[in-house]
């Protein structure tokens, strides 16, 4: 019960019965052919009413909800909190989910319930795979087993999975592997001039989008399940590889990351409800450096990051009399992170440089949440949540302390206090009304509070090269962090309104309207201090230093979405028509300013063909031009554009397979949300890459994937 947005990705069934309000049936079948062609978890989440995709790296976009995107949002793999371990939030939690696994997406992005919030401002987003499978009596014993490949013809990406289960009634083993690579994409038309990348390198055609090739994607996971009665018990080890993923709007390329997950899972269901336990450990290695398409300025700049996080979680639901549920829980996370940046030579050694050095990230929350099912048309949820954290990092030091360069900002910062404890607190209240089987109604208000990341309150430098290779959000500006930056804190009024045939099979209009104020909303001002230029608090045409700072802002918004089956279905199968329409606005009220990374009005039209197993799409995407935006990050204003993909997929029993052309007019267009292009040439400092080139849009893709499985 809220406002959640189950997508089951595998192929269409039976109505789940967690799809209460909401569900989005008509782009399943379109999901599910994403799926089975990218590589990149958070393209899974396109369609879905409200959601936005934020461009990064190739198989690393961040998903936004109602404009509140990356960490402002609570998204969980398989219940682990993964958590970003970059200056760029290169490796985000999404990057390390395998597609191909998935199962089924949740989003809830009205009125998050506080069970599933938490150090979060936005919504939340659950990636769930498969539940093992287990043997029965009439049929002890299962095997089954999967492989498959897909192609993409822009980029010349391609990508393996293969899997393999076996179960007793007792006991499941499960081991899954994907990897991908893909060359630079290319955008419909040129977009800049041709141009070297690196000194001496070959010259880029001017529409190749540089540093977005990736290779070496390397996912593989062993997972053992055992299951006596309603008690389960879950070992998995995983291992999430990159060999190298270009950022054609980050100044770096992410050159290897090695990240490693361990989850120890306890369920035990009874009569009286369930109880949920788990333990998680996550270690990552991060390296940056220039990629082939960037100046390496003879010595290349290396830059590390060594993160680990333990994570513990025990919750519990309770069913109580009269159809009334409590779930109460608790969770421990604890996340180290040291970012340093070994020397090269000249101003930049002949120490190693500390962005943050022992960096410290401790969470503690506890919740209660009592759903009450007051009559047969109305339901009722409220819950609180306390959540602490406390923040830490020890003292840095620069290339060379005797250079202005780094020491005067390096004492200042090493001068202060520096450890901060926020008590934050979440609230929030829905409400549910069903009067009849055609009709539903939900509206609610949450409280909701995140307190910053370590990369937002603890790198220290005003040089302007240090700055630069700070920014979690791709603009090409430089940041400064903000010791004393407070939790944001948002109050979230939104409203639901689902209507529907009786049976749910033949049409249905949902509209949802939000508006969100948030305190201290982390944004950012011109770098006036420090090593920042006087030039820098009033430039409106080139790329510049920014410090977070907390300033208030609201959104607001509205998501529409309608569904329509044609006919009847028939020998020749069923049609159906659906659009979609979402709205968003973000305004900084201290400024007056637009928020950054915020998706012009847009509208999605398609038309979905469904004949047993054969599944076919052909979409719309219309979105207009973006002219609200961020001033202070000097964001680039978007024309309006339009493109067309098709989808088919075919399923026997053992066989799947996939085939559909993205872009298929072939039409150029910049993506709003994919920030500014700095992906070749000489990126260290301000002024040395051109201003105002948007990243543009893939050009038209010819995608396929073929994939078999059996099953015993
Ligand atoms: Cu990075």
Request: with cysteine; net charge negative.
């Amino acid at each position: 019960m809220n406002m959640e947005e189950v997508i089951e990705v595998t192929a269409p069934k039976a109505k789940s019965k967690d799809t209460t309000l909401g569900a989005s049936r008509p782009e399943n079948a379109g999901l599910a052919a994403r799926k089975a062609t990218t590589d990149d978890a958070a393209e899974l989440l396109r369609g879905v009413p409200g959601v936005t995709v934020n461009g990064a790296g190739g198989i690393s976009s961040l998903p936004a909800i109602h404009g509140l995107a990356d960490d402002r949002l609570r998204i969980q793999v398989d219940g682990a909190d993964l958590q970003p371990a970059c200056p760029n939030h290169m490796n985000s939690p999404l990057s390390y989910a395998d597609p191909t696994r998935i199962e089924s997406v949740t989003v809830f992005s009205g009125i998050t319930p506080v069970s599933v919030g938490g150090d979060s401002i936005g919504g939340s987003i659950q990636i769930k795979s498969a539940p093992p499978e287990f043997a029965t009596a009439s049929a002890p014993f299962i095997a089954g087993g999967r492989v498959g490949s897909f192609y993409r013809s822009n980029g010349d990406a391609l990508g393996y999975d293969l899997g393999a289960t076996t179960a007793l009634r007792w006991l499941n083993v499960t081991f899954v592997q994907s990897d991908s690579r893909s060359d630079n994409v290319t955008a419909a038309r040129s977009f800049k001039p041709v141009a070297p990348g690196s000194e001496g390198g070959a010259p880029i055609p001017g529409d190749v989008v540089a540093s977005s090739a990736y290779r070496g994607t390397l996912k593989r996971s062993l997972a053992l399940a055992l299951r006596a009665d309603g008690d389960l018990l879950q070992l998995e080890a995983s291992q999430q590889k990159v060999g190298f993923e270009g950022f054609p709007n980050q100044r770096m390329d992410m050159t290897a990351n090695d990240n490693r997950l361990l989850t120890l899972r306890y369920t035990r269901t009874r009569a009286w409800g369930d109880l949920e336990a788990r333990l998680s450990f996550q270690d990552t290695q991060h390296e940056m450096n220039m990629g082939p398409d960037r100046y390496s300025y003879g010595t290349g700049m290396p830059m590390d990051t060594e993160a680990k996080t333990w994570g513990a979680t025990i919750k519990a639901n309770v069913i109580l009399p009269d159809r009334h549920l409590l779930r109460v829980g608790a969770e421990y996370q604890y996340h180290t992170l040291y970012d340093f940046w070994p020397p090269v030579g000249g101003s930049m050694g002949p120490n190693t440089f500390w962005n943050i050095d022992y960096g410290e990230r401790r969470r503690i929350d506890a919740f209660a949440e009592w759903e009450a099912r007051w009559t047969r048309s109305w339901l009722s949820l409220v819950g609180v949540r306390s959540d602490t954290v406390m923040t830490d990092a020890g003292p840095v030091q620069g290339y060379d302390d005797a250079l202005p360069a780094w020491g005067a900002d390096a004492a200042a910062f090493n001068a202060s206090q520096r450890r901060r404890v926020d008590y934050n607190w979440d609230l929030a209240a829905l409400a549910r009304y069903t009067p009849d089987p055609a009709q539903t109604y939900e509206g609610g208000y949450a409280r909701k509070s995140r307190s910053p990341n370590l990369h937002q309150r603890y790198p220290w430098s005003t040089n302007a090269m240090a700055a630069l290779m700070n920014n979690l959000v791709g603009d090409g500006n430089g940041y400064v962090g903000l010791v004393d930056l407070r939790p944001e804190v948002a109050h979230t009024v939104s409203v639901t309104g689902d209507w529907h045939d009786d049976a749910q099979a033949w049409w249905d209009v949902k509209a949802t309207a939000y508006y969100t104020h948030v305190q201290n909303y982390i944004d950012a001002r011109r770098c006036d201090f420090g090593q920042c230029s006087p030039e820098n608090a009033t430039a409106t045409n080139s790329f510049v230093l920014l410090q977070y700072v907390n300033q208030a802002a609201r959104l607001y918004g509205l998501d529409l979405s309608a569904r329509r089956l044609l006919n009847e279905p028939r020998s020749w199968g069923g049609l159906t028509a659906s659009a979609a329409l979402n709205y968003v606005r973000g305004d900084n009220l201290s400024t007056g300013d637009g928020l950054y990374d915020i998706m012009p009005p847009n509208a999605t039209l398609a038309l979905v063909h469904e004949l047993g197993t054969w599944i076919s799409t052909a979409e719309i995407l219309a979105v207009a031009s973006k002219s609200h935006v961020s001033r202070v990050r000097n964001e680039l204003q978007t024309g309006g554009y339009c493109v067309m993909n098709l989808r088919s997929s075919y399923e026997w029993k053992f066989v799947r397979i996939d085939a559909g052309i993205e872009n298929l007019l072939n039409r150029f267009y910049f993506n709003p949300l994919g920030g500014a292009y700095v992906g070749q040439g000489p990126s260290m400092s301000t002024a040395s890459i051109p201003w105002g080139v948007a990243v543009p849009g893939p050009a038209r893709s010819f995608n396929v994937a073929l994939s078999f499985k059996f099953h015993s």
